[in-house]
């Protein structure tokens, strides 16, 4: 079942985390800028664990900025980035041994070669003009890469902060932690961000 997890776990692996996305913002500047966030708003205290397994931090970059026409190539972009993670992390970390080209993220696993330890996942956005945000997916059985518009998206940021805004914050928490044991109940394989998306939208008016 989850919970919420230990603030003080996640405050010191997204700290760690975010020195890793950092530094690729400044390897990649040539080629694009983007912002980042911790699922949810970039609030740390979304951030749930089932029982007492390791829990997973996942990430969204925001391409602002495309200085060499990679949006028109995502197929480029993503190894780009996945690239720039494996140079940076096997300096960092002993052992590591490579991020993967998930489906709809970069994966970044850790394990003390026993089990695993820990893991975040990097999901790559744009913010299109026409309100709604769109995400990088590698469709590996008709082997191309799309960008993929997120259902429910359209102004997600002006409605999470409405949602603040009339004091329903910590309602809205609740809630998402409910939809998260709802779909583990299900058996059903959900991304926290859409789950976060599918709380959103029960929430704003």
Known sequence: MYSFANQNDVREL????????????????????FSFNLIGSGGKKLVTQNADEAFDLDYNL????????????????????????????KEN???YK??????????????????????????????ADNGYTYKLIHDKENRKYIWNQVPKSKNYSEKMQAIKKAGKWEEFKKRYL????????????????????????????
């Open 62 to 89: 925001i391409i602002q900025k495309d200085r060499q026409g990679l949006i028109d190539n995502p197929k480029k972009l993503k190894n780009i980035i996945l690239n720039a993670f494996d140079r940076r992390l």
């Open 93 to 95: 970390v002993e052992g």
């Open 178 to 205: 409910e939809l998260k044991n709802s779909h583990l109940c299900c058996g059903d394989n959900i991304k926290s961000f859409s789950v976060f998306l599918e709380t959103l939208n029960e929430f704003y008016i």
């Open 98 to 127: 490579g991020a993967k080209d998930s489906k709809s993220v970069i994966t970044i696993i850790f394990s003390n070669g026993i089990k695993r330890t820990f893991s975040f996942d990097v999901a790559i956005y744009v913010e």
């Open 14 to 33: 997204a700290k760690w985390c975010e020195s890793i996305i950092r530094t690729i913002q400044k390897d990649l500047k040539e080629y694009i800028t």
